[in-house]
């Protein structure tokens, strides 16, 4: 298994700010996800970060409003930038394990994005 | 497009009996499907996943089916305790060999003491 951290755990932000996400995992992965959760919806891919790639973007979600990093494989930020309310949500990444079980993703506790 | 349904309305039931979670896809043939518990304010945690080639699996008092036929996954808790309430999630696989999933909206479970 593995055990995912991320910071911060919640923050209110301004309209127009940026926040960074940051997602710390206890093992090396090659394959780590960011969704979004909307307040009682389900998740929403937001791209794929595999190391030594640069990050796919899902339908809806691009580069400038959704940066990420992914410098090695323990490590990825997601940026939130020039925010709106509507980026109200819960932020998770998550991984898939470079060895067995595969398919499997372990997810992190979320972080919960206020904009006001 | 792809679309996955499970029911949005809360299930309720008592200790001890049977939760069964329904779990419908349309336009799609996923290699495998999963099923998450989420609590509130946490991640989901993977519970169990059944490929496309398999009817059955179990995992203690989990209980998943899948048929490809009617495009349905079938999630059974047994002797189901307070402990148990919270929201499931199915997920399937996008089908691009890309390992990146796909989920429902999930059923919010309660359990009955």
């Known amino acids: 298994s593995a055990v995912i951290s991320q910071k911060p755990s919640r923050d209110i932000c301004q309209r127009g700010t940026s926040l960074t996400i940051q997602c710390q995992v206890d093992?090396?992965?090659?394959?780590m996800f960011w969704y979004r959760q909307q307040p009682g919806q389900s998740l929403t891919l937001i791209a794929t970060?595999?190391?030594?790639?640069?990050?796919?973007?899902e339908s809806g979600f691009v580069i400038d409003k959704f940066p990420i990093s992914r410098p090695n494989l323990t490590f990825s930020t997601l940026t939130v930038s020039n925010m709106s309310p509507e980026d109200s949500s819960i932020y998770l990444c998550?991984?898939?394990?470079?060895?067995?079980?595969?398919?499997?993703?372990?997810f992190g506790p979320g972080t919960r994005l206020t904009v006001l | 497009s792809q679309k996955i349904e499970q029911n949005s309305e809360a299930l309720n039931i008592q200790e001890g009996k049977t939760a069964t979670l329904t779990c419908n896809y349309t336009?799609?043939?996923?290699?495998?499907l999963q099923w998450y518990r989420q609590d509130p304010g946490r991640g989901p945690v993977f519970l169990l996943l059944?490929?496309?080639?398999?009817k059955e699996k179990r995992k203690e008092r989990l209980k998943v089916t899948f048929d490809t036929t009617l495009k349905q996954s079938l999630f059974h808790i047994t002797a189901s305790q307070p402990a148990d309430s919270a929201t499931y999630l199915c997920?399937?696989?996008?089908?691009?060999?890309?390992?990146?999933?796909?989920f429902g909206s999930g059923t919010r479970l309660l359990v009955r003491p």
């Open positions: 998550s991984v898939e394990l470079n060895y067995p079980p595969y398919n499997e993703q372990f």
């Open positions: 093992s090396q992965v090659t394959m």
């Open positions: 970060a595999n190391q030594g790639s640069e990050a796919t973007y």
């Open positions: 336009n799609y043939s996923p290699a495998y």
């Open positions: 059944i490929r496309e080639n398999e």
């Open positions: 997920a399937l696989d996008m089908m691009d060999s890309s390992y990146k999933l796909i």
